[in-house]
T-cell receptor
Framework: AQKVTQAQTEISVVEKEDVTLDCVYETRDTTYYLFWYKQPPSGELVFLIRRNSFDEQNEISGRYSWNFQKSTSSFNFTITASQVVDSAVYFC???????????????FGQGTRLTINP | GAVVSQHPSRVICKSGTSVKIECRSL??????MFWYRQFPKQSLMLMATSNEGSKATYEQGVEKDKFLINHASLTLSTLTVTSAHPEDSSFYIC?????????????????FGPGTRLTVL
């Protein structure tokens, strides 16, 4: 069975602080994909990143960075110099990957509600 | 990135009526679309997987006769909530996965629509 745990239900920080959102996953698959999505108050889920299980390189995109560690089954997300517009619910998700192309179910974590205060 | 639209964005209906929600992939073809339901302050719950030209696969506990899904083309899937009741009030979100022509790249990224807020009175 697959499972994604986001232990932090809510985080509140002051603007310009750095904040890390934790994501721990469970899977028996050797090949899998991890995702982060952002859900602002408008409700639409915005795709942020996708990482496959064979690529443990950390990634940086502007103020966003992701730390993938297979040894601890974690895929944490850090926002540097946070801004009010970063306020949203962030979801970590997992899906099995197979060599046959196609879409698989996403298993979502419970989400972390991030509030950036001015 | 790929764009997915949903219509309507918000609907209020009386108990007993049926409501149809459309999900469209605007700039890509989607072999697979997914329908999710989200209650306030909760995560997304997968309802069903919709493949173009075939019957949808429903998750355990989801009534297929209640939530009718049709995926008639590579850019359109519809979810019809039949005989809606107040407990069906929720935020419904669809996602679409792009048809890939390159083989061996594993699973595809799902792109989400903006959601439809259904309120049943």
């Amino acid at each position: 069975a697959q499972k994604v745990t986001q232990a932090q239900t809510e985080i509140s920080v002051v603007e310009k602080e750095d904040v890390t959102l934790d994501c721990v996953y469970e899977t028996r698959d050797t090949t899998y994909y991890l995702f982060w999505y952002k859900q602002p108050p408008s409700g639409e889920l915005v795709f942020l990143i996708r990482r496959n299980s064979f690529d443990e390189q950390n990634e940086i995109s502007g103020r966003y960075s992701w730390n993938f560690q297979k040894s601890t089954s974690s895929f944490n997300f850090t926002i540097t110099a946070s801004q009010v517009v970063d306020s949203a619910v962030y979801f970590c998700a997992l899906t099995p990957g197979h060599i046959i192309q196609g879409a698989q179910k996403l298993v979502f974590g419970q989400g972390t509600r991030l509030t950036i205060n001015p | 990135g790929a764009v997915v639209s949903q219509h309507p964005s918000r609907v209020i209906c009386k108990s007993g009526t049926s409501v149809k929600i459309e999900c469209r992939s605007l700039d890509f073809q989607a072999t697979t679309m997914f329908w999710y339901r989200q209650f306030p302050k909760q995560s997304l719950m997968l309802m069903a997987t919709s493949n173009e030209g075939s019957k949808a696969t429903y998750e355990q506990g989801v009534e297929k006769d209640k939530f009718l899904i049709n995926h008639a083309s590579l850019t359109l899937s519809t979810l019809t909530v039949t005989s809606a009741h107040p407990e069906d009030s929720s935020f419904y979100i669809c996602s679409a996965s792009e048809l890939r022509t390159d083989i061996g790249t594993g699973t595809d990224t799902q792109y989400f629509g903006p959601g439809t807020r259904l309120t049943v009175l």
